[in-house]
């Protein structure tokens, strides 16, 4: 376990050839000199070539180590959010801590921000939630985000997991941040939303982050990987749905209310659960409530506890088409061969006249059966015939929004602001887990 207060590398561009970064104060080379202003960064047969407004080079090298003197930050343009998700848009971005470009093929880089791990978290805090959410459920969110993200860490040091099987017919494939090399963690909600300063923290951010710095959720002698998503759909998921088949003790599913639903066993029980409106503390409506956690881009989702999504049999095909690399033929069915106790899909049977295929995991089914991301794998699927007996529509009832494992976030808040502590709302979602202050 770490005994301190550990630097994380961020990437904030992943394999770009070219970057424009705006240096405000300034910054040391290695050499001893200091440079400010506008900068260019270019991909170079396996060196990164760095270049002033004008043009001129500045170093042509694989690695380059930029340290702020005090008060100096950088911003980075072209900086994607939410890459593939449905409210993709592009943002200027500002940054304290370090900034190092490290070439990654012969004609790529990745920028890296180099930054102490609290600091991190404050960032990632303002950016993933709003700034007037519950004081409480920031709290909970800083213990969850600062513990995956030490555990995540620890992991990566550890073997890496094979995360794709493939034969002819059988596609299972998660994908893990341990997929990265070179830094720990992406900018993206692959890892967790990074935005550096550029969303102002505000002071509920900051209280959230001191009264809790060094504190982790920790089992048996071990940091928790507290996993997090917004909303569960009413009964957490267990981790096997989504990644490899590992089940920690505090990763156990939970009904997420008071009283106590059951697992999800089989298709007539998903059935039943997806298409009711069980009463869960994901299940808000509460546009102000929500607003208060949710920054502006996600309110976009107003359906997440239960939703619905409907495609015409051709417009499903094309999808599957495009998203999978696979021509089914015409679609015949859409099987589930196994679920979790959430009811998230880890194995979907997609059966055209071409081509049969089984596919999972759960974030893998969704980005098969949509443009973007299905909002989870948490659905029943309604085959709607023709009078001439073909399949006209598929029609998808779903719950949820997000993996499911671990802490539901909407869930959280809602708790939060029903007068619940942190350490309530954690051991509601992590079964066994404790607090611990690791570092002061
Ligand atoms: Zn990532
Ligand atoms: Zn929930």
């Avoid at 992943?14 to 900068?39: C, M, T, V, W």
């Amino acid at each position: 376990m770490i005994d301190r207060e550990p630097e994380i590398k961020v990437a904030l561009l992943q394999s770009y050839k070219e970057a424009r970064i705006a240096l405000r104060g300034r910054f040391l080379l290695p050499d001893g000199n200091a440079i400010d202003g506008r900068l260019t960064a270019l991909a170079d047969r396996g060196k990164v070539e760095l270049s002033d407004y004008s043009g001129k080079k500045i170093l042509l090298q694989k690695e380059i180590l930029l340290i702020p003197e005090s008060g100096a930050s950088f911003t980075v343009s072209d900086v994607k959010i939410g890459i593939d998700f449905h409210w993709q848009r592009i943002q200027e971005q500002s940054f304290r801590g370090n900034l190092f470009l490290s070439a990654c093929s012969n004609f790529s880089f990745n920028l890296i921000n180099e930054i102490l791990l609290e600091d991190y978290l404050e960032s990632v805090i303002s950016s993933e939630m709003s700034a007037v959410a519950p004081l409480e459920f920031l709290k909970t969110q800083a213990v969850a985000a600062r513990s995956w993200l030490v555990a995540m860490l620890a992991k990566k040091k550890a073997a890496r997991v094979l995360s794709v099987l493939r034969t002819e017919n059988e596609i299972i494939a998660w994908q893990d941040v341990n997929d990265h090399e070179g830094y720990d963690v992406c900018a993206d909600d692959h890892c967790q939303r990074y935005q550096g300063i550029t969303r102002i923290i505000s002071k509920n951010v900051h209280e959230a982050i001191d009264e809790t710095r060094g504190i982790f959720l920790v089992h048996n002698g071990e940091i928790c990987d507290a996993r997090y998503y917004k909303s569960c759909g009413g009964q957490t998921e267990i981790f096997p749905t989504a990644w490899e088949d590992e089940s920690p003790d505090y990763l156990a599913s939970v009904s997420d209310e008071a009283g106590q639903h059951p697992p999800v066993r089989s298709e007539t029980e998903a059935r039943q659960w997806l298409k009711s409106r069980p009463a869960a503390y994901c299940d808000t409506t509460d546009k102000k409530l929500l607003s208060n956690i949710l920054p502006a881009f996600d309110q976009e989702t107003p359906d997440f506890y239960r939703w619905q999504v409907v495609y015409t049999r051709k417009e499903l095909e094309e999808v599957l088409r495009k998203k999978s690399g696979i021509d089914f033929g015409v679609l015949q069915k859409i099987e589930p061969l196994a679920r979790g106790p959430s009811g998230r899909i880890y194995r979907l049977k997609i059966e055209g006249s071409r081509k049969t295929v089984i596919v999972g995991k759960e974030l893998e089914i969704r980005r098969w059966l949509s443009e973007s991301y299905l909002l989870s794998s948490a659905f029943v699927v309604t085959a709607e015939r023709n009078t001439n007996g073909e399949i006209g529509r598929f029609i998808l009832h779903g719950g949820g929004w997000g993996h499911g494992v671990g802490l539901c976030q909407i869930g959280a808040a809602v708790m939060a602001s029903k007068g619940f502590k942190v350490e309530e709302i954690l051991m509601h979602y992590f079964t066994g887990a404790q607090l611990k202050k690791i570092y002061k």
